[in-house]
């Protein structure tokens, strides 16, 4: 978990929340793969929390994203809260085959299953890059 503290403007687009994560990974360039967890109410306050999951694997384990869902819903309770998702990891900013992979396994045990909605960024050698946008209902 991090020390930082943690910016209380809110996020009220997919716009704001990809600058959010740039300013919260500055500058984001990885030597290790990572996924970072943050989540944000209906109005785009962000909980102050932020939780890295390092050592991740280059393909998706789905017993691990099982334990994301897990986490979410003990984070988030009933509270309906957006889980913002941001992928580091070390190499080109493009998006790759293992990121795809990544995002599919995602949406497949997230999906619906969250109490409120998800989104997915990419972070590497510099950039930040949205990968799974949240709804545009996500913030009101």
Do not use: Y
Request: contains cysteine.
């Amino acid at each position: 978990m991090t020390t930082t503290p943690l910016p209380t403007t809110p996020v009220r687009s997919a716009d704001e929340l990809t600058r959010r994560w740039a300013d919260l990974l500055d500058p984001p360039v990885f030597t290790a793969r990572s996924l970072w967890l943050a989540w944000m109410g209906a109005d785009g306050a962000m909980l102050p929390l932020l939780l890295p999951v390092d050592d991740l694997p280059e393909a998706p384990e789905l017993r691990l994203v099982a334990g994301l869902r897990t986490m979410h819903d003990a984070v988030a309770g009933t509270g309906g809260l957006h889980l913002a998702l941001a992928l580091c990891r070390p190499g080109p900013p493009e998006v790759d085959g293992d990121d795809v992979a990544w995002s599919e396994a995602l949406r497949t045990g997230l999906g619906d299953r969250v109490d409120g909605t998800w989104s997915l960024h990419l972070a590497a050698s510099g950039t930040v890059t949205p990968v799974v946008n949240p709804p545009a209902w996500a913030w009101r």
